[in-house]
């Protein structure tokens, strides 16, 4: 698959790089981080329903959500928009509450590749060694490919009735 | 001198620690930090003034502010407030505007030590190994020393009017 996620773990040095392409326009990619209500249908793995306590993405801005897991387990995520650019660019913090204080920032990147194709890349910061293997060994990869997956599908228009109440449109 | 700021730059790994010392008490170099009338007073080296847009020294707050020197040159600075627990700890994020999106993050931490002492430990991490050398070749070890000793003259309540009115009482 041409627009499968590529995921990055530098030995030695405390950052996990990805990148995705999507055959989407970049506004719509854009679109579907900064909207809460679009946030919700795709961040994450299958199967987890996310909860949004606020999600503001602009700079200044801060964030927190829940996952849910089908036994009632709860993650639960928080962090703050240092920046965001319109269509281009935005860095925000990333904590989760069972890892209080290690708190990494993450650089995403929206290039528009032309011919309505966006490729997405992040380079995230770790704030030691052992927190960034910890992430990259928790099943990020997966959660973070099945994101992606469901982003299609909600840019798509296909999916559950929510990603269709949801669509992405220009 | 028992209190001088030692400063460590890890070969191989993009961080900068620090830690400094104060026989003052917990409290009062807490406030320093928090209140912007009391920063304008010891951060940075001496001979700039510092001029603050805004500093929201809270859990989701953000700051700006810009260092002027004597021949009119301007060096600015933003970022965010992740986390600030009184007394106790934060996080925030730094940019310096000749460097824009490189931006870091740095953990505080404000350490009691009984005896009206407190030590003052930082982990600052940058996002890449180029900027994290770049700023530690920056001048920014003499910055932070100047800017501590600017601080302890603060809390001792000695030093120009502006300090005295600025005093920091328990």
């Known amino acids: 698959m041409t627009n499968a996620l590529t995921v990055n773990v530098p030995e030695g040095l405390p950052f996990i790089e990805f990148e995705r392409e999507f055959d989407f326009p970049v506004a719509d990619v854009f679109r579907a981080h900064k909207e809460p209500e679009l946030v919700a249908q795709w961040l ?3 199967g987890l329903r996310m909860e949004i306590d606020h999600y503001d993405f602009r700079t200044g801005g801060s964030y927190r959500y829940t996952h849910i897991a089908p036994d009632g387990t ?5 962090g ?3 920046t ?6 935005a860095i925000q913090t990333f904590e989760f509450d069972a890892y209080p204080d290690v708190v990494s920032i993450e650089f995403l990147t929206f290039q528009d590749l032309g011919g309505g194709r966006t490729r997405l890349t ?5 704030p030691s060694m052992e927190a ?3 992430m990259a060994q928790s099943g990020m990869e997966s959660g973070l490919s099945e994101g992606y997956e469901r982003l299609e599908e909600l840019l798509a228009g296909a999916g559950t009735p929510q990603a269709q109440s ?4 220009a």
């Open 80 to 82: 703050i928009f240092h």
């Open 44 to 46: 994450g793995p299958r």
């Open 132 to 134: 960034r293997d910890g």
């Open 84 to 89: 965001v650019r319109e269509n281009d660019f």
């Open 74 to 78: 709860e993650y639960r995520f928080s």
């Open 122 to 126: 992040a380079h995230s910061v770790y």
């Open 166 to 169: 949801g669509k992405v449109t």
